[in-house]
C-alpha cells in the first residue's frame, strides 16, 4: 500500500481500519483494565499522526499505556524521565569526536524511536521541554546546525502529573499546541481494581503481548484517516465551534485554526474506527474535548471561579447549534 496518498476509502476498507483498531483496543485492554475510552483515544491520537499527554496523578496507568501500546503495534519505545537535570541534548542527542575518523559523529538520543514516552514532562526546566518541540512539529531534530529526520510512524507519548503537585513546571502554551490531544487516565472502577490486584502484582505483562499491528499498518491506517469524507456543512460546524471559543467571555485565547484542524483530523479518524467512510456532528462531539480544552487560555477571574475548559467546551458544544444537512 502506497504511503504517499490515501486511497479512496470505500466500505470494505473502513471495515477492515476498525477491525485492526478494534484488535489493537482488545490487546492492550488485556494490561489496562477498565479503560476502554482512553485506550480509545489514544490509538485516535496515534491513527491522527499526533502527540499525546496524558495528565493524571502517579500510579494509574500512565506509563503502562504507552508501554502497551508499543507492545501492540511493533513499535520501538524511547522512554526520556523528565528530571530538573535533564539536557536538550540527553533527549536530542550529540555530536561526539571520534578519533579515529578524526571527525564529529552523531550518537542519536531516545527521540529517535516509533513511540517516544516521555515521562513526567512537566518535572524537567523548560528549556529542556522544548528541546521537543521541533521534533513533534516537523518530525526531526537539528543538533549542531544539522538536521535529523526522525521516523515514520512517531509519536510523542507525555504523562504528567497535576501542576499542583510539588517540583513541576507548567508547559508553555506554544508546546501544550503541538499535542493534539490531551487526555486523563483516571482511577478504575471497583471491579476492575480487583482484577488489578489478582493480575497485576507480578511484573512482565506487557512482555507478554504480542504485536496484532505492524508499523506499516499504522502508516497505512494514518493515510486512510484523510480519505474519509467530511460534508461542507460539517466543516462550517467546526469553525462555528472555534469562533464560539474565541467569543467566549471567560476565555482570554480560543481554539487556533490548527485546533481547529485537529479536531477535523481526529473526528474522521474515530468516524473510520467505527467502519464509516464520512464524519457526523457526534464524532466532533465525541473528541471535542480532548482537542480543544488544553488549547485554551481562560481568563483570570474565570480561574478563580472554578471555570474549566472542559466546561466550556461541553457548553459551546450545546449552544452552537449542529448543520441540519448531515453527511
Partial sequence: MSTTEAPPLDETRAYQFASAFNAIRDNIQQVIRGKQEVIEQALLCLL???????EDVPGVGKTLL?????????????????????????VTGVSVWNRNTSAFEFRPGPIFTELVLADEINRASPKTQSALLEAMAESQVTVD???????????VLATQNPIEQ???????????DRFLMKISVGYPGRADELMILQTHETDGLVGRLTPVANLQDI????????????????????????????????????????GTLSLQRVAR???????????TDDDVKAVAA?????????RPEAVIQGTTSHAIIQEILSAVPVPFNRV
Fill in 48 to 54: 491522527s499522526g499526533g502527540h499525546l499527554l496524558v
Fill in 66 to 90: 504507552a508501554k502497551a501500546l508499543g507492545a501492540s503495534i511493533g513499535a520501538k519505545i524511547g522512554r526520556i524521565q523528565f528530571t530538573p537535570d535533564l539536557l536538550p541534548a540527553d
Fill in 145 to 155: 546546525g544539522i538536521t535529523h529526520s526522525l521516523t515514520r510512524p512517531f509519536m
Fill in 166 to 176: 510539588e517540583g513541576t513546571y507548567p508547559l508553555p502554551e506554544s508546546q501544550l
Fill in 219 to 258: 502508516v497505512a491506517m494514518t493515510h486512510m484517516v484523510t480519505a474519509v469524507q467530511i460534508a461542507p456543512e460539517l466543516r462550517g460546524y467546526l469553525i462555528d465551534l472555534a469562533d464560539a471559543s474565541r467569543r467566549h467571555p471567560s476565555v482570554a485565547l480560543g481554539v487556533s485554526p490548527r
Fill in 269 to 279: 479518524a474515530r468516524a473510520a474506527s467505527l467502519g464509516r467512510i464520512y464524519v
Fill in 290 to 298: 480532548q482537542v480543544c480544552a488544553h488549547r485554551m487560555i481562560l
